[in-house]
């Protein structure tokens, strides 16, 4: 119908009326790309947060994982500390020998750092790391999962001294004792004294309990590096609404 009118117009050199039609013809592409503009802005907006929701529970699930990787190497540290104490008291064994044993079997336990990082994949991948509008939100995410990534190097250290470890331990204790996550486990005394005076006669074993030592120092400073960087990720995503933004009409 507008084109039949211009047509008219144009007909009856009416170049006002023609005018006047033309600039209706561009106002209406105008606001239709504006329209379309916007829609495209608030999809992105919404992708954007859905993006930033998912690394929030993913950061989440970081926070409590590298709780469980501290207590274990602290545990673990604690461990092969009361073993070498028993190379010059062997009265700790007496008093303890469930502690003893376990000990033994423990050190070598190894939980791998492996954080949730499949939000960061996919935007990576897709190419969307745009849609997270805040630059400096952006490069504190990807600077968090570079430093985990850094720190996987450290823990492929670990874990061949952890290897390397347990690899000398399998004649010290007996088949029934190598769970070191069995609960409520206890050994007699005479048991302890048996696994004690193999272990005493095996050097390159208890040659390994420092460099255990060592290595799980350095998984706890990595960790605890890594966890109080989720923590303040975790808060910048929050703290400042940034879930909740999006952009205006």
């Known amino acids: 119908m507008l084109l039949r009118r211009i047509t008219k117009h144009v007909v009856d050199q009416n170049w006002v009326a023609v005018g006047i039609d033309m600039l209706v013809v561009i106002l209406g592409i105008y606001i239709g790309f504006q329209l379309n503009n916007w829609n495209v802005e608030r999809q992105n ?12 529970d993913e950061l989440e699930q970081d926070i409590r994982f590298f709780d469980g990787v501290l207590n274990s190497n602290n545990r673990s540290i604690e461990n092969a500390q009361f073993l070498l104490e028993t190379l010059d008291k ?30 960061f994949e996919e935007i990576k991948f897709s190419g969307n790391l745009e849609l997270i509008a805040d630059e400096e939100l952006r490069n504190q995410i990807a600077d968090y999962y570079d430093f985990i990534e850094v720190s996987q190097t450290f823990s492929h250290l670990r ?42 006669q095996t050097p390159d074993l208890i040659e390994w309990l420092p460099i255990i030592i060592n290595a799980k120092r350095g998984t ?17 995503i929050r703290g400042k609404a940034i879930l909740a933004e999006e952009p205006s009409n």
Do not use: C, M, W
Not at 168 to 175: F, M, N, V
Not at 177 to 192: C, H, K, L, M, T
Not at 220 to 234: C, V, W
């Open 45 to 56: 907006a919404k992708k954007g947060k859905n993006y930033l929701e998912r690394i929030a």
């Open 90 to 119: 062997e009265d700790l064994v007496r008093e303890d020998p469930t502690r003893f044993i376990t000990s033994v079997a423990s050190v070598g336990a190894s939980i791998v750092v492996n954080v949730s990082n499949n939000t």
């Open 159 to 200: 874990f061949n001294a952890e290897t390397e470890y347990q690899n000398r331990y399998a004649g010290t204790l007996a088949p029934d004792q190598f769970n070191q996550f069995v609960r409520d486990v206890s050994y007699s005394e005479v048991d302890a004294l048996l696994v004690y005076e193999r272990f005493t």
């Open 220 to 236: 706890i400073a990595f960790s605890t590096r890594s966890q109080q960087n989720a923590k303040d990720l975790l808060d910048k």
